[in-house]
């Protein structure tokens, strides 16, 4: 009996859980601790009143924490009576009293401009908030990117009673904020929201307004949350964040504390892939043809078509469509397919439920090898670099 006791790890996740970002973590942290038998977790909310507090008794039982920096905020005297490790999920900076796990945020708006610029446009903008840590990262890769393409974008940053960065019944004010700031920006162009639920207001108030979308305005959110892309009325395109891998990572962070590792590290995980829906699935490229071809090429983007595989399709010829992709984007159409080929490959291996070599034959490469050195020579690193996150 007193050898398990010694074995066993309770561990808790204190958070609010009503944000789809926080349920997501806490379920990646129960599956890791599922795959340990002598691992107990249990949840606890913070939405405590004073007959709720734990007692002595409970505080006895606790191994580990894993929690948020509100969670904290809101039970501060609860956690000055912890004497065990603790790990934050989604911190905005580190914590040199412990460990934490959070997004790659610089990383998010560059992938989403990226996007966008793939998608044609060449107006830009960020809509965010004035003060959550995340939203300005965001913002910051975004503009970083842009800024290698010659281009800078608008930028506005919100507080909460502007525009909410969560769900609020402001709608007259907010609904106004945002229709000054379309009418302001040149059409088309590329919005990247600091998240989905800003991404489903700026949609709310561009159909209002009568502005089309993708046509007049094209919308990236991020976290990929199921319920703004309901409440929206059009599919958000979205980026999708590696949430459950933060739980997972938080909960081998306590792990490690056990072994007697000391605290204060911060991994920060890269986003996962754009999403592709409604609000970003036209292209505004100027040429007719090079659009025509672009349509042709996401669509097969995961196989290995060629160049006269696509003419065929959109009734033109190598020549021709060559020159057009050259006026129009600064590149050859062989090197289009092969990017495209390369980035479906990079969000293949960022999910995490294939490895390398099922990558390599999957997106039609004839062996594992040449996939490599051509991935490190357009992308700049190895495919194994981008897997090696998710298995760590």
């Not at 905020?73 to 603790?86: A, C, D, E, G, S």
């Not at 908030?129 to 300005?136: E, F, H, I, L, V």
């Not at 991935?375 to 760590?392: D, E, I």
Request: proline content about 6%.
């Amino acid at each position: 009996m007193q050898e398990r006791s010694i074995k066993e790890r309770h561990i808790i996740f204190v958070d609010e859980l009503h944000r789809h970002s926080d349920r997501e973590v806490c379920l990646g942290a129960a599956e890791y601790a599922a795959e340990r038998p002598a691992w107990i977790f249990d949840l606890w909310p913070v939405t405590f009143v004073p007959p709720s507090q734990p007692t002595a008794s409970d505080m006895r039982l606790v191994s580990g924490v894993l929690t948020t920096e509100r969670g904290k905020l809101q039970l501060p005297r609860l956690y000055r009576r912890f004497k065990v490790p603790v790990v934050y999920c989604l911190p905005d900076e580190p914590h040199p009293e412990a460990d934490g796990v959070g997004i790659d945020e610089v990383a998010v708006g560059e992938m989403a401009a990226h996007h966008l610029w793939s998608r044609g446009y060449r107006h830009f903008a960020f809509v965010g908030s004035s003060t959550m840590g995340w939203s300005k990262g965001r913002g910051q890769g975004f503009a970083d990117w842009l800024a290698k393409v010659e281009r800078k974008p608008e930028s506005f940053l919100f507080t909460l009673e502007q525009v909410p960065v969560f769900w609020s019944w402001n709608v007259a004010r907010r609904n106004q904020h945002l229709q000054e700031l379309l009418a302001r920006l040149p059409r088309p162009c590329g919005i990247l929201a600091a998240n989905d639920v800003i991404a489903c207001f700026i949609l709310q108030a561009a159909r209002q307004d009568g502005y089309r979308v993708p046509e007049d305005f094209g919308v990236v959110g991020v976290d990929d949350d199921p319920f703004p892309n309901a409440a929206a009325g059009l599919a958000i395109s979205s980026i999708e964040l590696p949430f459950r891998e933060v739980g997972r990572q938080a909960a081998r962070l306590l792990e490690e504390r056990w072994q007697g590792r000391p605290p204060g590290r911060l991994r920060r995980l890269p986003p996962i892939r754009v999403v592709a829906r409604a609000s970003t699935d036209a292209f505004m490229t100027q040429d007719p043809l090079v659009r025509k071809a672009q349509a042709y090429v996401e669509t097969h983007r995961h196989e290995r078509i060629t160049v006269e595989q696509v003419t065929r399709a959109i009734g033109s010829n190598r020549v021709t469509l060559g020159k057009h992709f050259q006026r129009e984007l600064d590149s050859t159409l062989q090197e289009y397919l092969r990017r495209r080929r390369l980035d479906f490959a990079a969000e293949r291996l960022r999910q995490g439920d294939v490895n390398v070599e099922e990558v390599a034959f999957e997106c039609g490469f004839s062996s594992t090898s040449y996939f490599s050195r051509l991935f490190k020579q357009v992308t700049g690193q190895r495919p194994g670099a981008l897997k090696r996150w998710r298995t760590r």
